[in-house]
């Protein structure tokens, strides 16, 4: 198993950055493939970005490419999102989550097994 929790959300302008950091204790990180979802007041949760094992593969929704950055520290235990230009449309819970049963764990909230507690963004306008 692993335990998941994210840290760096918060209250920025439109056009401001955030660094969403999640921090990964259990077991060894790197089995783990990692990814990014949000979800808006009442919206569905939906897939923002994902990162394979070795951090070689990359994925991100159409809205946030070219802004927002996934990466991750193996050595740390540690995957980021760094969100730049950001957008009122941006606001929502974000979630940490990995899978550890495929090297990249896609775009469907049901392809990962496990999940943090979130972290509130809000961009305001």
């Known amino acids: 198993q692993v335990q998941l929790v994210e840290s760096g959300g918060g209250l920025v302008q439109a056009g401001g950055s955030l660094r969403l950091s999640c921090a990964a204790s259990?077991?060894?990180?790197?089995?783990?493939?990692m990814g990014w979802f949000r979800q808006a007041p009442g919206k569905e949760r939906e897939f923002v970005a994902a990162?394979?094992?070795?951090?070689?593969?990359?994925g991100y929704v159409d809205s946030v490419k070219g802004r927002f950055t996934i990466s991750r520290d193996n050595a740390k235990n540690t995957v980021s999102l760094q969100m730049n230009s950001l957008k009122p449309e941006d606001t929502a819970v974000y979630y940490c989550?990995?899978?550890?049963?495929?090297?990249?764990?896609?775009?469907?909230?049901?392809?990962?097994?496990?999940w943090g507690q979130g972290t509130e963004v809000t961009i305001s306008s």
């Open positions: 989550a990995a899978t550890g049963s495929k090297y990249y764990g896609g775009t469907y909230y049901d392809g990962y097994d496990y």
């Open positions: 259990g077991r060894t990180f790197s089995v783990y493939a």
């Open positions: 990162i394979s094992r070795s951090g070689g593969s990359t």
